[in-house]
């Protein structure tokens, strides 16, 4: 099966002018769920997608999925899946999320012009609101398609305007009817631009992902006592910030200590800090801090959550602060189907193409389709790694030769 690189292109080029934004490097765009970019973004697929001859419906929450059945399917029999997203971050790039989309449409249309007979349904997917940025924390529409969330929920959520996800589908005409169930699938692959150079560090031209991530964010407060900064002896100081400054070194070194010890892919991070009352002349008062854990690795995960409560009740012995210590968010390490790294596997050998087994460190839609039936990512490579921005960029080469082994994959799924 040989990939129509051109075709693939021409739908990614089209889909980066929704959007676009002016950048003195790169391409561009902002499609935020409920705008009229992503209105655009959407009624271009729909077209593709029926221009293939598949039949698109769409679900209350506004995934869309079009399927191809072929007469060698037998339409009762549970569907192969791909597909993405084709929202995006502000200002971001072009190749997160839609080359997921359309490499999966191109999967289709190359086994369509290949004469491939498989014995399943295929379907190509956009789910929505995967990047986050206007309703829900993100990956939302995959969330209705597991049954993680109810569709009336979903519905129900507000953007920061106070526009509904109901009101905002309703504007774009894309709120269908029903639910998208993923459970129903036989099995699910996403390709996505790897947001790493360890495929260009390799020399290996696609990715098979092991394992997603685990994701934990927790909140660390900080409770010293605000004074000024200039008739405060520095004897008599309870330093909020400065005690968190300690906190932010002891969570940075933990990290490396568990990356040395027990699994090199965990990372730790604290990200964020809000100081009050924030003023260059005051001793600060109280520090909010929060901190990502991310490992495929649950052990790991959780050593570093321990080291950083550990951290806090240190403070407070040696600094006098008062702490408290938040765990709002916990996602667990997702592991990929078996069956599925297998196909893509072979599909990759069958080609001649090379693969790679990583992990990712980043979340997907695959984290939560693998709930509930046998789900695979492949990624294509990112040149320096570089993604939600502009200056991402995956060449089209590449592109294709993912969506090779996309399509195989696909087809062995299949049962062609």
């Known amino acids: 099966m040989n990939v129509d690189r051109d075709r693939l292109r021409e739908d990614l080029e089209a889909n980066a002018e929704f959007g676009e934004i002016e950048t003195d490097e790169g391409r561009g765009r902002t499609v935020l769920t409920g705008t009229e970019a992503n209105r655009e973004a959407r009624e271009y697929l729909v077209a593709r997608l029926e221009d293939a001859g598949l039949d698109v419906r769409i679900d209350a929450v506004g995934n869309v999925a079009g399927r191809w059945t072929p007469e060698s399917a037998d339409p009762e029999t549970a569907p192969v899946a791909a597909g993405s997203h084709l929202d995006s971050v502000p200002e971001g790039g072009i190749f997160d999320g839609p080359l997921g989309v359309y490499s999966a449409l191109e999967a289709v249309r190359t086994m369509q012009d290949a004469g491939v007979e498989p014995e399943r349904p295929v379907e190509v997917v956009s789910f929505t609101e995967e990047e986050g940025q206007r309703f829900a924390s993100g990956l939302l529409g995959s969330s209705v398609a597991v049954g993680e969330r109810s569709v009336e929920r979903a519905l129900a959520l507000e953007a920061d305007d106070g526009t509904t996800l109901e009101s905002a589908l309703d504007a774009m005409g ?243």
Request: charged share 30%; aromatic share 4%.
């Open 174 to 416: 894309f709120r269908g009817e029903g639910r998208i169930d993923a459970s129903e699938w036989d099995s699910w692959l996403e390709l996505h631009v790897e947001q790493s150079e360890r495929l260009t560090d390799a020399g290996v031209p696609v990715g098979v992902v092991t394992a997603i991530t685990g994701i934990t964010h927790c909140e660390a407060t900080v409770r010293g006592e605000a004074d000024h900064a200039g008739a405060t002896p520095m004897g008599d100081r309870t330093d909020a910030l400065a005690a968190a400054s300690e906190f932010v070194l002891d969570v940075e070194r933990a990290a490396n200590e568990v990356v040395t010890s027990a699994s090199d892919t965990a990372v730790g991070t604290v990200g964020s800090l809000d100081v009050r009352p924030n003023a260059t002349n005051v001793v600060p008062g109280e520090v909010e801090a929060g901190v990502d854990v991310r490992d495929v690795d649950r052990d790991a995960m959780e050593e570093l959550v321990r080291r950083a409560r550990r951290s806090l009740a240190r403070l407070e012995r040696e600094r006098g602060v008062e702490t408290e210590f938040r765990r709002p968010f916990d996602l667990a390490p997702t592991p990929m189907s078996d069956r599925v790294r297998a196909a893509a596997h072979d599909a990759g050998e069958a080609a001649g193409i090379e693969t790679l087994d990583l992990h990712s460190g980043a979340a997907h839609d695959t984290m939560h389709v693998a709930g509930v039936t046998d789900a695979g990512l492949l990624f294509a490579p990112s040149r320096e790694g570089i993604s939600h921005n502009p200056k991402e960029w995956t060449d089209w080469d590449d592109c294709a030769t993912a969506t090779r082994v996309l399509a195989g994959a696909l087809a062995d799924l299949a049962g062609a």
